[in-house]
T-cell receptor, first 110, second 113 residues
Framework: SQQGEEDPQALSIQEGENATMNCSYKTSINNLQWYRQNSGRGLVHLILIRSNEREKHSGRLRVTLDTSKKSSSLLITASRAADTASYFCATGRSQGNLIFGKGTKLSVKP | EAGVAQSPRYKIIEKRQSVAFWCNPISGHATLYWYQQILGQGPKLLIQFQNNGVVDDSQLPKDRFSAERLKGVDSTLKIQPAKLEDSAVYLC???????????FGPGTRLTVL
């Protein structure tokens, strides 16, 4: 079963714009992670935020976590064509395995 | 540092045949995971190993799927017999310490005809 639900399912923006993706989940978590998957390739880890953290930054990425609302958001600033990919949120359980959502397809047009 | 290796990259079989996938995790990673990713969906965990012991196989269809991790390093995932709905990408991942970052291999794309 899938725990996370990403919103929107698809997003199309112009290069240079910001992209925001949201994730909601159902049960308590140990951490929440965001992954990127380019067409036909494996998953690449982007950022991990622990359940006791509220915000985290990594380069052009900003992640927020609201455990009271069971939601997270991923912001990509100044997007590039190379950011075109599917983005998945995954909730981390205590034993380490992940439950993934269905993903958001981001298209960045040059 | 070498990443997670998987083979084969692609496999086409007919239903009721058997198939096996191989994974070599990053050196020193104690935890290994197998995920199934059906087109248009996120990956779903099939089985998690810690060294050569099983931590979680609650979503592994045990009547047809089996997995082993001999000597706590390489792992194989087998499907026997395959069904049409098994068509998917099978991803292997490894991590140093759970719960933490998982590193994924390129996956094996299985097509069952």
């Amino acid at each position: 079963s899938q725990q996370g639900e990403e919103d929107p399912q698809a997003l199309s923006i112009q290069e240079g714009e910001n992209a925001t993706m949201n994730c909601s989940y159902k049960t308590s978590i140990n951490n929440l992670q965001w992954y990127r998957q380019n067409s036909g390739r494996g998953l690449v880890h982007l950022i991990l935020i622990r359940s006791n953290e509220r915000e985290k930054h990594s380069g052009r990425l900003r992640v927020t976590l609201d455990t009271s609302k069971k939601s997270s958001s991923l912001l990509i600033t100044a997007s590039r064509a190379a950011d075109t990919a599917s983005y998945f949120c995954a909730t981390g359980r205590s034993q380490g395995n992940l439950i993934f959502g269905k993903g958001t397809k981001l298209s960045v047009k040059p | 540092e070498a990443g997670v290796a998987q083979s084969p990259r692609y496999k086409i079989i007919e239903k009721r045949q058997s198939v096996a996938f191989w994974c070599n995790p990053i050196s020193g990673h104690a935890t290994l995971y197998w995920y199934q990713q059906i087109l248009g969906q996120g990956p779903k965990l099939l089985i998690q190993f810690q060294n050569n012991g099983v931590v979680d196989d609650s979503q592994l269809p045990k009547d047809r799927f089996s997995a082993e991790r001999l000597k706590g390093v390489d792992s194989t995932l087998k499907i026997q017999p395959a069904k049409l709905e098994d068509s998917a990408v099978y991803l292997c991942a490894s991590s140093l310490d759970p719960p933490d970052t998982q590193y994924f291999g390129p996956g094996t794309r299985l097509t069952v005809l």
